[in-house]
Antibody, heavy 114, light 111 residues
Framework: EVQLVESGGTLVQPGGSLRLSCAAS????????MSWVRQAPGKGLEWVSV???????DYADSVKGRFTISRDTSKNTLYLQMNSLRAEDTAVYYC????????WGQGTMVTVSS | QPVLTQSSSASASLGSSVKLTCTLS???????IAWHQQQPGKAPRHLMK???????NKGSGVPDRFSGSSSGADRYLTISNLQSEDEADYYC?????????FGGGTKLTVL
């Protein structure tokens, strides 16, 4: 079964760091575009970052310089390293596959608060 | 970069049909988009990829009641024979070079 499962979300203080994971099954992460998308409470969807099949990466301006996307081919897992976290980063974070986000994970909640 | 515009809300009666619209900004009228459904408290679900030609490819398990079409800069999602479980937020999404954008979403109420 093709599936994505996120983990790692928790409560973190402003300025802190956190790493999210997204474990894939049924397909190969490194053969696809893989993105992180977030949704603040009561708000719409916001694209955060992508890693292309070739390994290059791109970021939304709102997270550039603070977040880093990566993947581990041996674990078939996608990651999002989040540093210098701010209150406005509070959201459910989803991983998704391909340009059209044809597969979504269930999401993991990140709360940035003191 | 492209901008996607959606109405904030829509409503239709159980068993009827509804057509949701996503409009691409000037200069981007030929872009391919995708439609996603988000039921309350759940993760988004991919419904379909929709091209400017009107051709669409639905995701796995998406009922036949869901269809797509295009006209100029407008991309449409039509849901026929509305069911209670169709009450959800619907988002369109597109990409351009190295960024992805979402519309603001349409909240569909089934009466």
């Amino acid at each position: 079964e093709v599936q994505l499962v996120e983990s790692g979300g928790t409560l973190v203080q402003p300025g802190g760091s956190l790493r999210l994971s997204c474990a894939a099954s049924g397909f190969t992460v490194s053969s696809n575009y893989m993105s992180w998308v977030r949704q603040a409470p009561g708000k719409g969807l916001e694209w955060v970052s992508v890693v292309y099949s070739g390994g290059t990466t791109d970021y939304a301006d709102s997270v550039k310089g603070r977040f880093t996307i990566s993947r581990d081919t041996s674990k078939n897992t996608l990651y999002l390293q989040m540093n210098s976290l701010r209150a406005e980063d509070t959201a459910v974070y989803y991983c998704a596959r391909d340009r059209t986000f044809d597969i979504w994970g269930q999401g993991t909640m990140v709360t940035v608060s003191s | 970069q492209p901008v996607l515009t959606q109405s904030s809300s829509a409503s239709a009666s159980l068993g009827s049909s509804v057509k949701l619209t996503c409009t691409l900004s000037s200069g981007h009228s030929g872009y391919t988009i995708a439609w996603h459904q988000q039921q309350p408290g759940k993760a988004p679900r991919h419904l379909m990829k929709l091209e400017g030609s009107g051709r669409y490819n639905k995701g796995s398990g998406v009922p036949d009641r869901f269809s797509g079409s295009s006209s100029g800069a407008d991309r449409y999602l039509t849901i026929s024979n509305l069911q209670s479980e169709d009450e959800a937020d619907y988002y369109c999404e597109t990409w351009d070079s190295n960024i992805w954008v979402f519309g603001g979403g349409t909240k569909l109420t089934v009466l």
